[in-house]
Every structure is written in structure tokens, then in C-alpha cells.
T-cell receptor
Framework: GIQVEQSPPDLILQEGANSTLRCNFS?????LQWFHQNPWGQLINLFY???GTKQNGRLSATTVATERYSLLYISSSQTTDSGVYFC???????????FGPGTRLSVLP | DGGITQSPKYLFRKEGQNVTLSCEQN?????MYWYRQDPGQGLRLIYY???????QKGDIAEGYSVSREKKESFPLTVTSAQKNPTAFYLC??????????FGPGTRLTVT
């Protein structure tokens, strides 16, 4: 099955700093999502991005499907950005969604 | 309001009892999924269903059972055969091959 890796596993930032989170996957996929899990456990959809680049406020994401990686950029980080960021791939008919292990982000005031 | 609901939010059971977790969606999605999350870990797929009356085992199906009698509903039963049932359980739905949406989750504690 598809393997998904995320880096770094943990990241500590001062408020206002920028960061880049990476997701590598082992096979071609037609579906890739980024999620933020808040302290109450809710998974919040950030991007559905099987290829290309998208931006939403301070967050943006890029997926290079041919090279099997995706990047999530967080600019001017805020304490409310803290939590765990997951990427998930797959999910086409007959294919499971597979989640990466996550990146735990802590933004300090 | 469109979305996915899971109930209850917290559930406590004694060891040896079966327990059923509810998941309902009104998004008209064909596919539904159950995941398990242990503290500090990622999500692991238990079961998924891509159409009514059909479902497939995920990576950790042992000790769990599901049914999909209606498009809107995908209940998960944690049986007494599941050796470590205490976990956070998340339900999701999607249009086939497209973006997943998650419910708020159920925290199950078995003592």
C-alpha cells in the first residue's frame, strides 16, 4: 500500500514566524488533503490539492504529483495555528485513504 | 446545516460489552469511513463503505463491525473481541474519490 511520510515530526515557532511542512508519498495518487487537528480533536479541512498550488489567507499548499510530495506553508504564524497537521492521500474507488503520522506545531506567544 | 454528526461525544463502557458508535451525514455522500486515533498517533482506517449495503475492511478491522443500510448512516460496533478499544473514533464521508469531511469524533473509554 501507499506509504506517507511527514516532516518535521515536531515544530516549535515564535508567533509571527513562517514554516513549511512536507508530505512525501510512495505512489501516484489522485487525491491529497491537508488537515489541521485542533486541541479538541476536530479535523479541519485545509486544502484539497491533488496537484498545483492553492492559497487561503496565511496558508498555502503546493503538490508536485510527479515527484510525489506536497508542501504546506504557514506564514505569520499565530498561537491558534498550534495543533497537529496531517496529510492524507488516496481515496479513489477501491483505494484507501492513508494518513501520514502528522506534524505537531506549537506556536509560542 | 449540512455535515457529519457523531454521538455520543464521550462513551464509557465496561470490558466485555459491545458498544455502537453512531455516524450520520446529510451531505449526500456515497462513501463513508471509520478511523481510530490513539494518543499522539495518526489516523488508522477501520472500515469504509463506498455504497449502501457494501463495506470493506481497512487496516485494523479486527474486533469491529459495521453496517450500511442507509446512505446517511454508518454505525460502528466495537465488540468485546477488540483487545484495546479505548481510543478516539472519527467518522468521515466523501464523494467518491474526492475530499473527505470529518465528524467531531467519539472518545471511547473501556475499563
Amino acid at each position: 500500500g501507499i506509504q506517507v511520510e511527514q516532516s518535521p515530526p515536531d515544530l516549535i515557532l515564535q508567533e509571527g514566524a513562517n514554516s513549511t511542512l512536507r508530505c512525501n508519498f510512495s505512489d501516484s495518487v489522485n487525491n491529497l488533503q491537508w488537515f489541521h487537528q485542533n486541541p479538541w480533536g476536530q479535523l479541519i479541512n485545509l486544502f484539497y490539492i491533488p496537484s498545483g498550488t492553492k492559497q487561503n489567507g496565511r496558508l498555502s499548499a503546493t503538490t508536485v504529483a510527479t515527484e510525489r510530495y506536497s508542501l504546506l506553508y504557514i506564514s505569520s504564524s499565530q498561537t491558534t495555528d498550534s495543533g497537529v497537521y496531517f496529510c492524507a492521500v488516496g481515496g479513489n474507488y477501491g483505494q484507501n485513504f492513508v494518513f501520514g503520522p502528522g506534524t505537531r506545531l506549537s506556536v509560542l506567544p | 446545516d449540512g455535515g457529519i454528526t457523531q454521538s455520543p461525544k464521550y462513551l464509557f463502557r465496561k470490558e466485555g460489552q459491545n458498544v455502537t458508535l453512531s455516524c450520520e451525514q446529510n451531505l449526500n455522500h456515497d462513501a463513508m469511513y471509520w478511523y481510530r486515533q490513539d494518543p499522539g498517533q495518526g489516523l488508522r482506517l477501520i472500515y469504509y463503505s463506498q455504497i449502501v449495503n457494501d463495506f470493506q475492511k481497512g487496516d485494523i478491522a479486527e474486533g469491529y463491525s459495521v453496517s450500511r443500510e442507509k446512505k446517511e448512516s454508518f454505525p460502528l460496533t466495537v465488540t468485546s473481541a477488540q483487545k484495546n478499544p479505548t481510543a478516539f473514533y472519527l467518522c468521515a464521508s466523501s464523494i467518491q474519490g474526492a475530499e473527505q469531511y470529518f465528524g467531531p469524533g467519539t472518545r471511547l473509554t473501556v475499563t
